[in-house]
């Protein structure tokens, strides 16, 4: 779990001070929240639209208001990989005397700064005991995120790391962050970088308290971290990060993605030039242009700071003084919160499988929860009898490759026509309005625009197919739903392998709904009773998890305890729903 110490609070109120984020003392309250670390609180009603934080973009910790910004843009290091090698050298290299970040980042960190702490590393279920991943064997963690693994995508970021972390303090004597001493990657060529990872090589590491270190910051920068816009990517967000994750929100996160990518001010002389430029066809001269004579300052700093790197205050100056005041983000309440109730943001719509990968907890009653049924399907799949198996191959190759995808948009066209029915009401009644604010307005290229945005979609949309693994694609969608019923692509999966030779050949019921509705009622009864029997031979094969009871020892036992209890839940549910035993 990635919670704060409530005692420990008082260590950022310097920072929120300092920085001038608003937090509304007066309606608010930062206290224990049961089960899940720190919160925060309503101390009085609060009405909808009331916004309880104000927050500069400059006092938020990214790849670009850190520390050691322009040493990352020289390596083209943004996003979360650069908070992530910028967090350490606040903690482990500036630290307190020289990092202006020191008093946020020691506290949502300070487990990694505690040298003597008596629990153990907070690190994802890749990472954790063999006994304690045994226990969650077949959950849709395992099934279809492959939860259970250890990944090698961040032992290449770790050497790129380290790599990096050398050469810097060979150009700009900039001191090594502990963690990141090895001197065995101290020098990598990008072909070295780039190389297969060894099973020796990733044993080796996996035994190293100061790698656990390294993923354990990425772990808590994963469930911290906020996407902020489109310059700085994502950020830590002081305060907007005490707020705990519940499927039906309270607030939400207001602040202007679309900002320019070059400066990331909302408004400024890039953005004109673009406009300009675009007009005689220039803009990538004039943004580059601009761009390196950003970079040639930074760049000249280092250089001359090259022989002794002095942090901060001059740099933190320009860090606060770089961003305009009115680029805030704010917190709103969404509806009516009561005195007393925590208030909740929500991380996503994630099934628990994702928040435990991605923030370390479960909640129970996750209406986005999800029980895997790839292991049951296959299982009957390949008990099928009456048709041969390339004919089985041939519809499960047809399904992965567009049948899902057809099927995909004829779900969200069904819903479409369902909201817009309800819409048309409301529409209809708003037309007259619309076309006089239009008209006052002159908002013909608002309509254009939006049209354009909505052509990209569709365009997007278009493209689902090329962009997403299809393997990791068509098993997200054999599942049991928080309700206990069915996915629909499951259901229509059984009917496509339900089919008889010539009605999945010939009449290509596969391929049109309204086909498959309009065939003969006998035909289509025999299908669905053989679909139907199919669905409920997988169902019956998922079995309840058995509940450790001796395991109290292990320290994610409580996790993963909620995590079958919750599964089993949705089994249970499904069972009744079907009447099966
Ligand atoms: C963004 S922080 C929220 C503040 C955090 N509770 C703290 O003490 O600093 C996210 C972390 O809070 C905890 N958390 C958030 N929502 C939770 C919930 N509904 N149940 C349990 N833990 C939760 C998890 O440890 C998660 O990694």
Redesign the pocket.
């Known amino acids: 779990?990635?919670?704060?110490v409530f005692s420990e609070i008082s260590k950022i109120d310097k920072f929120v001070r300092d920085t001038n984020i608003f937090v509304n003392k007066d309606i608010l309250t930062i206290k224990k929240?049961s089960?899940?670390?720190?919160?925060i609180f309503a101390s009085t009603d609060i009405p909808k639209d009331t916004i309880i934080v104000k927050i500069p973009k400059s006092s938020i910790f990214t790849s670009k208001t850190c520390t050691i910004n322009n040493l990352l843009s020289e390596e083209s290091i943004e996003g979360i990989m650069g908070i992530h090698l910028a967090v350490l050298y606040e903690l482990f290299v500036f630290k307190d005397s020289k990092s202006h970040w020191y008093d946020y980042l020691s506290f949502i960190f300070a487990d990694c700064l505690d040298n003597k702490r008596s629990t153990g590393f907070y690190l994802p279920p890749g990472y954790w005991s063999d006994e304690e991943k045994l226990l969650l064997k077949g959950t849709l963690l395992d099934c279809q995120y492959d939860g259970l693994k250890t990944h090698k995508d961040i032992i290449t970021i770790y050497k790129q790391f380290v790599s990096i972390a050398y050469k810097w303090n060979k150009e700009c004597d900039l001191e090594i962050p502990a963690i990141l001493k090895n001197e065995k990657y101290s020098n990598l060529t990008e072909e070295e970088l780039d190389a297969e990872i060894t099973e020796e090589e990733e044993n080796l590491l996996n035994s190293s308290l100061d790698f656990f270190k390294f993923i354990e910051i990425g772990f808590i920068i994963s469930?911290?971290v906020f996407e902020i816009d489109c310059y700085h990517l994502f950020g830590l967000v002081c305060i907007v990060?005490?707020?705990?994750?519940?499927s039906k929100e309270d607030i939400h996160f207001e602040n202007d993605y679309d900002v320019c990518e070059i400066c990331g001010k909302l408004e400024c002389g890039h953005m004109i030039e673009e406009e300009e430029g675009s007009e005689v066809g220039s803009s990538d001269e004039e943004h580059s242009e601009s761009d390196d004579s950003r970079n040639k300052d930074y760049n000249t700093e280092s250089e001359e700071e090259e022989e002794n790197i002095d942090v901060s205050d001059e740099d933190n100056d320009q860090i606060s003084t770089h961003h305009d005041q009115d680029d805030v983000c704010e917190i709103r309440t969404i509806h009516d919160i009561e005195k007393g109730n925590q208030i909740y943001n929500t991380y996503g719509k994630f099934p628990n499988a994702v928040l435990l990968l991605k923030?370390?907890?479960v909640?129970e009653n996750n209406p986005y929860d999800k029980v895997s049924l790839v292991k049951e399907f296959n299982e009957v799949v390949d008990m099928i009898s009456g048709i041969d198996k390339y004919d089985i191959e041939k519809r499960l190759r047809w399904w992965k490759e567009e049948g899902i995808f057809m099927f995909d948009e004829e779900l969200e066209s069904d819903e479409t026509d369902l909201e817009l029915n309800d819409e048309e009401d409301i529409e209809e009644s708003e037309d007259d309005v619309i076309e006089e604010e239009c008209e006052e307005e002159g908002e013909d290229d608002v309509i254009e625009e939006d049209n354009d945005k909505e052509n990209d979609v569709i365009e997007e949309e278009d493209d689902i197919s090329d962009e997403v693994d299809i393997e990791t694609f068509w098993k997200d969608k054999i599942y049991i739903d928080s309700f206990g019923e069915a996915s629909p692509f499951l259901e229509r999966l059984c009917i496509i392998l339900a089919m008889t030779k010539e009605q999945f050949d010939e009449k290509k019921l596969q391929l049109d709904s309204n086909s498959l509705e309009a065939i003969k009622s006998t035909e289509i009864k025999q299908l669905l009773a053989l679909s139907l029997k199919m669905l409920k031979k997988i169902l019956n094969k998922k079995k309840l998890y058995k509940i450790p009871e001796t395991h109290q020892h292990l320290p994610n036992i409580n996790e993963i305890k909620k995590m079958l209890l919750i599964e089993n839940d949705i089994i249970l549910k499904c069972k009744e729903n079907f009447n099966l035993q």
């Open positions: 779990m990635s919670n704060t929240a089960g899940a670390g720190v919160g469930s911290r990060d005490l707020f705990n994750h519940d923030y370390g907890f909640v």
